[in-house]
């Protein structure tokens, strides 16, 4: 089975508010995180990366926190924009291949 | 304008017929990688290569094959198409193996009939 998952499939955000994603990962030897976001007929575009040896990161308008006690990763998004409808999934590096979750739908309403 | 190409971005094919889909990047990334994107699976590695000559299987290999002559280029083929394989194809590359994201092209739609 997938080590890697999220937990809404489908998130519906107000623009102008913020989006949180969740993803929960199984594996506490992995040491590196990826989010994606997929728009659709496109593929995959990194957006953020975490190291295991940090708990937070920023991007622009993005952050990404790692909690590694309850393996659990989230990715805010600052001001959500239209731009930001897509699908978010975050993956995980295992025995130095990434493993991908399944994704969740984010739908930005104007 | 640099990056990773795949072609064709669209493909219909016939069971048992032979399809190539090509990957080209322009990074001089050493890894290059296939997946398959299919509704509740996520993305699934078919192959991946560590240089030219390099390659090895991921987690779902059967009815490909791949090549990496050129470090560029990393072509996939399935040798004899079949309904399973409709799916979309996504080709990435990387500078490393290790701690570095993957950057993924636009990826191929085949549909096999």
């Known amino acids: 089975g997938e080590s890697v998952g999220l937990h809404l499939p489908t998130l519906s955000v107000q623009e102008g508010d913020n989006s949180i994603i969740n993803c929960a990962y199984s594996n506490s030897a992995s040491d590196y995180f990826i989010w994606y976001k997929q728009e659709s007929g496109k593929g995959p575009q990194f957006i953020i990366d975490i190291r295991s040896n940090m708990d937070k990161r920023q991007g622009q308008r993005v952050t990404v926190l790692l909690n590694k006690t309850v393996k659990h990763l989230s990715l805010q998004i600052a001001a959500t924009q239209p731009g930001d409808s897509a699908v978010y999934f975050c993956?995980?590096?295992?025995?130095?291949?990434?493993?991908f979750g399944k994704g969740n739908q984010v739908v930005v309403i104007p | 304008d640099a990056g990773i190409t795949q072609s064709p971005r669209y493909k219909i094919t016939e069971t048992g017929r032979q399809v190539t889909l090509m990957c080209h990047q322009t990074?001089?990334?050493?890894?290059m990688f296939w997946y398959r994107q299919d509704l509740g699976h996520g993305l699934r590695l078919i192959y991946y290569s560590a240089a030219a000559d390099i390659t090895d299987k991921g987690e779902v290999p059967d009815g490909y094959v791949v090549s990496r002559s050129k470090t560029e280029n990393f072509p996939l083929t399935l040798e004899s198409a079949t309904r399973s394989q409709t799916s979309v194809y996504f080709c990435?590359?990387?500078?490393?193996?290790?701690?570095?994201?993957?950057?993924f092209g636009n990826g191929t739609r085949l549909t096999v009939t």
């Open positions: 993956a995980e590096n295992m025995d130095n291949r990434l493993a």
């Open positions: 990435a590359s990387s500078p490393s193996s290790y701690n570095s994201p993957l950057h």
């Open positions: 990074w001089s990334h050493s890894y």
